[in-house]
């Protein structure tokens, strides 16, 4: 390897590192299907206090559902771009860490809401916010895959 | 982490596949490596095997269907490798940007005004 601190020559790899990483992060973008079944999941999450009262059903068949299809979606989604990227902890990825702590405080806060509007007879107030609620969470998966295609994008921490 | 070169991994094909594997995926499939890489099947075959032989790429085959998939990931001993690797190459590259901005401060543009000058210490006994 020669002296390359005076060889522009040799930099180009990094550079060409640079561009490939871009066209990786790149295919970590989303299908239709994945957002869809993203809001079929959280549906089914924030129709718990509906299904509890109404129905007489525990919340653990549906918890169990909506855990099905988170996997099957990750399943999916990973077959689709051909990159894998696995669940490590809520501050990953770093830039999407605030999107993954409202991912949190969103869901528990919405089901909490809608069990205080139901035990007052607000339904249709309750079905709002079960509705923003999914619409938000949406959002937040789509922020979250942005977090890691920026990551990606940069390496994650090399240069 | 040290900044040193790695023989194994400076040549570009492979550099591209250990630049890529290293950036934060924990597993990439062929098709989405060699298209990243943007290099053919056989490349890739030829140098992931190179890479698998020295230790640093861990390679599972699978099938969906009919179709056979392969993904590939860093060993822990070859994340070590590239991230050291990295870090020389951007050593270079801070200590290139550095030459060259020294070489432009010191031969400014002639009749470019807005260049900034060097300002010559006086002679010693002129006026």
Redesign the interface.
Known sequence: ?RD?????A??E??E??RV??S???D?MRPPWWYLTGIAIMYALVFAVPFTSRYLGLSIWPIFAAALTVACLLQWGMT?A??????FRNLRY?PAGRPVRIAIVAVSVGAIVTEHFLIDRGLIVAAIAVAALAVVAEVAATQAALRG?RQ???A????? | MTAKPDPLIHPITRLSICGLLAAGADWVEFAALRDAAGISDSVLSKQSRVLEDAGYVEVRKGAVGRRPRTWFRLTAEGHQAVQGHLAWLAQLEEAFSASTRDVQQARPIPGDRDQPHRVLPPLLGST
């Open positions: 390897m390359a601190a005076s060889d522009p040799a930099l790899p990094l060409r590192l490939q990483r066209r990786l992060a295919r077959r771009t051909g990159i894998k990227v696995g990825p890691i990551e990606l994008r390496g994650g921490g090399a240069a």
